[in-house]
C-alpha cells in the first residue's frame, strides 16, 4: 500500500471508530496543562478488531519497508497504551517483545522493563500516538540505561504539528514513524464530509498555528 493509501486508510479508521474527537468550542485539556480543541483516542481501537487487524498490517509494513527487519531485534511497548500494538506487531512479525514501564514498580526486581531485553539488542519503540515526542525519550532513555539500542518508533498517529518533538527525538537519535497525522485526518473529514466545516476550520486554524491558538486560549 502507498504512503498515502496508508495515511487515508489511517485517517478513516480513526474517525470511523471515533477515536478522532473534534472540539473547537470547549477544548480539551493535556496532562502538560496545554489546551487542543482536538483529541485522539487511540485506545479506542482495541475493541475493534477489523480496523485493529488492518492497522497492524499496515504497522508491519512500515517497520518492513521505513527500518527493515534486519534492523530490530525486540518490540517494545510503552506503559500503558502502546503495550497492545507492541503485542499485536510483535506477533506479526515473529519479534519477541518486552515492555517498559514508565518508572520502575519499587519492589520485588525493581524493574522498569519486563520480559528479556538482553545488552545491545536493538529495540524497536511501538506506541499508539505521539504529541510532542516526550514520553517517547522517557521510554527511549530506559531502554538505553539497560544497556539496548533504540533508534525508532512507530505510532499510529502523531500529531505532525510540533516540530520542536521531532528535533528533541532526533537530537537523541531517534526517528519518529507513524501511520497518519492530523492533515491526513483532516483532509479526510473534509473530502469524504465527516465533520461540520465550520468546525473543520477552527480546527484547522489550531494546526496552523498550534502555539497561537494556546496562547489565545489560555
Known sequence: MAE??????????????ESVLFRPDDPFTFTSGKKSPVYVDCRRLISF???RRELM???ADLVRNAIGLDQVDVIAGGETAGIPFAAWVAARL???????????????????IEGVLEDGQRVLLVEDLATDGGSKLSFVEGMREAGALCAHTVVIFHYGIFPDGIKAL?????TLHGLANWWDVVACAEEEDYFD???LA??????DAPDDWQAEHA
Not at 94 to 112: Q, S
Open 4 to 17: 498515502d493509501d496508508t495515511a487515508r486508510a489511517t485517517a478513516r479508521i480513526l474517525i470511523e471508530t
Open 170 to 174: 532526533a537530537a537523541a537519535g531517534v
Open 49 to 51: 478488531p477489523e480496523a
Open 94 to 112: 515473529d519479534l519477541p517483545m518486552v515492555y517498559i514501564r514508565k518508572e520502575a514498580k519499587g519492589f520485588g526486581r525493581n524493574a522498569r
Open 57 to 59: 498490517v499496515m504497522m
Open 197 to 199: 466545516k465550520t468546525a
Open 202 to 207: 477552527k480546527v484547522r486554524q489550531f494546526l
